[in-house]
C-alpha cells in the first residue's frame, strides 16, 4: 500500500470523537491513542515508514526489533500485552515461533513446530501475534483454520502489517469474516481482532 492509500484511510477513519462502543471508546483512550501537542508528527512518521521501509532484524532479535512496524506501533502491541494479562506472547511468522513473556518481554522459547505448540498450548496464550510472514506461507488457510479452532473467546489476535501487499490485506480481510471472530480494530498498519462472544461483530477503522 502507498501514502495516497494511509491519507484517505486517515481521512475516513475514526477518532474518540466518533465511537459509540463503550469498550472500544476506553480501549482507544487508555490503549491505542497517543497523546501528542503535534499529531501530524505521527502523520510524518508513518509516511517516512511508508516510503523507507523497515530494517532488517538480527536472527536472536528483542520482542520489539522482532516487529517490522513504526516505534508507536510496537507501543500499541506492547500496551495490548498488559492491558489484558497476558503472562506469554506467542509470535508466529512463516515457519516458526517465539514465544515472550510480558514482563521485560524476554524471549522463552523458540521453535519451528508451529503445528505443534497451537495443539498443545494455544489456549495458554490471550494475545498471539501473526507476522506478516506468517501470511506468506503455503498452509496459512489451514494453519488459521487449526488456530481458531483451538483459541479461546478472551483470545485477541494482532495482525502485524495488514497492508504490506494485497495478499497480507486479504488474509486479514478473511480472519474477520471467520464465524468466531467479532470485534475487529484497523489502525492501518495493525489489525486486532477479538473473539469474545460478548461483543457484536463489528469492524472500526481507528486513527492513532
Known amino acids: 500500500m502507498n501514502v495516497i492509500d494511509y491519507l484517505l484511510f486517515r481521512l475516513n477513519a475514526k477518532d474518540e470523537y ?3 462502543s ?4 476506553k480501549l482507544y483512550n487508555k490503549v491505542l491513542k497517543r497523546e501528542t501537542l503535534f499529531p501530524f508528527l505521527n502523520i510524518l512518521s508513518d509516511i517516512k515508514y511508508l516510503l523507507f521501509g523497515k530494517r532488517k532484524c538480527s536472527t536472536k532479535s528483542s520482542f520489539r526489533e ?5 516505534e508507536r506501533y510496537k507501543d500499541i502491541i506492547c500496551n495490548l500485552c498488559r492491558e489484558f494479562c497476558a503472562g506469554q506472547v506467542l509470535l508466529l511468522a512463516c515457519e516458526k515461533y517465539t514465544i515472550y ?8 522459547e523458540e521453535g519451528e ?6 495443539k498443545n498450548s494455544a489456549k495458554e496464550f490471550k494475545v498471539i501475534i ?3 510472514e506468517f501470511f506468506s506461507a503455503k498452509d496459512k488457510f489451514s494453519a488459521i483454520e487449526q488456530l481458531q479452532e483451538l483459541i479461546s473467546p478472551e483470545s485477541i489476535f494482532i495482525c502485524e502489517n495488514i497492508r504490506f501487499s494485497q495478499k497480507e490485506y486479504d488474509s486479514w480481510k478473511t480472519l474477520t469474516l471467520s464465524p468466531k471472530a467479532t470485534l475487529a480494530l484497523d489502525v492501518y498498519f495493525l ?3 477479538f473473539f469474545n462472544k460478548d461483543f457484536s461483530k463489528q469492524v472500526f477503522r481507528l486513527k492513532v
Open 113 to 118: 513446530e508451529i503445528g505443534s505448540v497451537l
Open 18 to 20: 466518533h465511537l459509540h
Open 22 to 25: 463503550p469498550f472500544v471508546f
Open 191 to 193: 489489525g486486532i481482532l
Open 66 to 70: 522482532s516487529l517490522s512496524l513504526p
Open 101 to 108: 513473556s510480558t514482563e521485560g518481554f524476554e524471549q522463552v
Open 130 to 132: 501473526l507476522k506478516k
